[in-house]
């Protein structure tokens, strides 16, 4: 090809994606729930893995705003009473079960407890998620193991019960929280990435099946969310010898927003404002530019700035007594 036409190519894919990006920009906005979404959301229950903190949490705190019923679930016991009591401050109906989301037969129960209580289930959320961060050889092979238990084998399990209530019930919406690293996976984050486009091919998958068997009324949706600001990196296992770090959090409370509206009017994959849609884009149109520049700038954030951090297995196994707030305090650090 003539170098003039690839340079015309080139800039024309220039383009698209920052109209893109623009676009993606404008939709963020129309993302929140409003008035009518409210009224819908009053009476209805909702299952929500991963409640005891961060992204979980706040969806925790938006649902009850709105009067719905909410089953929290999560390790932490004494967290998820605290927040129950949140929920029931603000017009909500807590319903806490202590749930390990690699267990199977404790998954079973999480769906049997929310339908005894509350009759049925409406959305469920498969929010809970652990990370590891290193070299894919100085992250212990367990810990590796431990990721893909929790982020996949929960989600299994989670989307397994919620599909079988919904077909029982003749509708319902699952919602899988994924990451933009679903999409573009990056270094030092091998398993993480590797989890997010199990979870990302399963909705597709899962969608297919629905699609064929005429299900209309029950949908899955897969959520890429971009950095967030939650105790997420305080929790997760880190071999890298720096703190574990990213760039540009985004707000916990604008991401658990946008969850709860995406559960009212679902679509297939949904990256949450407009840096996920734009990275999403991009790697739709330039798939091995956008995972390059992703890896560089991985690289520079999380191996060679920041300061020195000692190894730790996060909250992998067991989980840790901090970081059970919805924000992580990164955005006001990143900011000094
Ligand atoms: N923060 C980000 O930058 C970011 C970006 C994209 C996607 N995400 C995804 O968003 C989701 C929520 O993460 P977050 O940012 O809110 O982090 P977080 O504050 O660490 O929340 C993770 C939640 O998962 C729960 N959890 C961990 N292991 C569990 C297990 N085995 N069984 C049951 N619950 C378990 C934790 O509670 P207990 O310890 O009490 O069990 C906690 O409630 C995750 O799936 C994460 O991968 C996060």
Redesign the pocket.
Known sequence: MKPLAIQARACLRGLLLLTCVLQLGACASLTQPGPADRQAIAGKTFVV????????RAVAHELAASGANIVL????AE?LDEVAGEVRRVGGTPLVVV????RAQEMERLAQAAIGHFGRIDVWIN?????ALGRFEDVPARDHARVID??VN?VIYGSHAALRQFIAQGRGTLVN?S??QGQIPTPYQSSYAAS?AAVLGLGRALNQELRLARRDRIRVVTVL????D???FE?AANYTGRAAR?IAYDD?TMVARAIVWVSLHPRDEFPVGWKAGGAYAGHNLLPALTERVAADVEHATQIESGPPAPPTSG?LHQ?VRG?ATVEGGLRSHSAR
């Not at 893995?49 to 992204?55: C, D, F, P, Q």
């Not at 679930?73 to 932490?76: E, N």
């Not at 749930?99 to 690699?102: C, F």
């Not at 929010?127 to 990370?131: E, I, K, Q, R, T």
């Open positions: 893995t991963g409640a005891s903190s961060g992204i979980g679930a999560a390790r932490r967290v749930t390990d989301v690699s929010n809970a998620g652990v990370g929790v982020n929960g929280i990451s933009v997010k969310p971009w950095a967030v939650t105790p997420f929790h990213s916990p909250n989980p970081g």
